[in-house]
Structures are given as structure tokens and as C-alpha cells.
């Protein structure tokens, strides 16, 4: 990582979590500048369906005590 960025870094953590979140929110939406619409509207498309999956009891899924438990294990 760059001098300026460590700099940024340092100066960020002692911001309040409200300005900090304004600011992640801001970094992460300057990202979206490069996607393509497509891409939105085939992610919209996507929820769509997982919602209709689940409003129709048809959605396959685990418990997130179980999801959670096997992330936990693995990552810590």
C-alpha cells in the first residue's frame, strides 16, 4: 500500500463510525462507476427469483447456525 494511502488510513480510523461509514459508502459506490447495467439488472433478475423460490417454499437452504458454524470453523 502506498505512503498516501497509509497516511488516509491513519487519518480515517480516528473519524467518528458515522463519518467513517459515509466515506465506505462513498469508496464502494465509486466502484460501481466500471459495471456494467447488465450486470445490475441480472443480479436483480437473480434476488427475483431466490425470493419466488422462497415465497413458493422451494428454496433449498441450510441453517445459518450451521453456515455459521462451518465459517467459524474453517476461518478461525
Known sequence: MSE????LKLELSQLSAKERAEIAYFLIHSLDEDIDDNLETAWDNE???RLEDINRKTAIGE???Q?????REKYL
Open 4 to 7: 498516501t494511502a497509509e497516511k
Open 47 to 49: 434476488l427475483t427469483e
Open 63 to 65: 441453517a445459518s447456525s
Open 67 to 71: 453456515v455459521f458454524s462451518e465459517l
